[in-house]
């Protein structure tokens, strides 16, 4: 399928979503959000995909924010459901997915950009990135898990003073807070990206995908996560890549697993 606002690259068993609109420094429009879900839902269904990489277009942003155009017509309904279509159709959908998803942070994440950053698996950043969210400056707050999924990776006290001085962050101070895996130079973001997305195509992507349902589980209210784990644990032992793990592991050679 073709898009207005995403360009599509593969290579090998990656597939590279870019959020292609670089004069808007990439910002979230209602169409944007269509296409990114529509794009998420081919790659997770596509056997020939493994993982999937996410970045914006051009050197200054990987999404600066929601398009604040398309937010004057809103009242208090039609912004909850602005917020609960977001969240269902992208940003919930991208972290509950059976693959993982590596954000590649190639500038400026504000906004509902970090919180799509954050709906990823993983986060890599350029050492230029800068992320944030300012929203409480429009008179709103985080409305695509922003406030929850933040909590998660950097803990209650820095959430709120992200969120309520609505500052920026560089990507060190990103690293250090814990709310990215890595932050490396502009010119290597792409290649560290890939290298962690090829390390985990290496594994059982059954075993992938349940590891995503059961650290999942652990941060959602009226889930037991041990509960999920022993489930997901249990299924591992119908499949053929488990038979095909031990097989190897005993005859000491690399395994080959084929997502069965």
Do not use: W
């Not at 707050?141 to 560089?170: F, H, N, S």
């Not at 290496?202 to 941060?219: C, D, E, K, Q, S």
């Not at 022993?230 to 697993?257: H, M, S, V």
Request: aromatic share 6%; proline share 3%.
């Amino acid at each position: 399928m073709s898009f207005q606002n995403l360009l599509i690259e593969h290579k090998e068993r990656i597939q590279y979503i870019i959020i292609n609109r670089e004069s808007k420094l990439n910002a979230l429009n209602k169409a944007t959000i269509a296409e990114l879900h529509t794009a998420f839902n081919e790659a997770f269904n596509n056997p020939a995909v493994g993982g999937i990489i996410l970045t914006g277009a051009g050197p200054k942003a990987f999404v600066a924010g929601a398009d604040i155009a398309e937010f004057t017509e809103l009242n208090g309904e039609s912004g909850r459901e602005l917020a609960r279509l977001g969240q269902s159709t992208v940003f919930d959908f991208i972290e509950n997915g059976s693959k993982p998803v590596i954000a590649a942070i190639n500038g400026f994440a504000l906004g509902g950009g970090l919180e799509l950053a954050m709906a990823c698996h993983i986060r890599v950043a350029a050492e230029t990135a800068k992320m944030g969210l300012p929203e409480v400056t429009l008179g709103l707050l985080p409305g695509y898990g922003g406030t929850q999924r933040l909590t998660q990776l950097v803990g209650k006290g820095k959430a709120l003073e992200m969120i309520m001085t609505a500052d920026m962050i560089t990507a060190a101070e990103a690293y250090q807070y814990g709310l990215v895996n890595y932050a490396v130079s502009p010119a290597d973001l792409l290649s560290k990206a890939e290298e962690i997305l090829n390390k985990i195509l290496l594994r059982a992507p059954l075993a992938i995908a349940a590891a995503i349902t059961a650290v999942n589980a652990g941060t959602k209210d009226g889930v037991n996560g041990f509960e999920t784990e022993i489930e997901e644990f249990g299924k591992c032992f119908k499949t053929k890549d488990l038979q095909e793990g031990i097989a190897a592991f005993l005859q000491k050679r690399k395994p080959e697993f084929k997502g069965e």
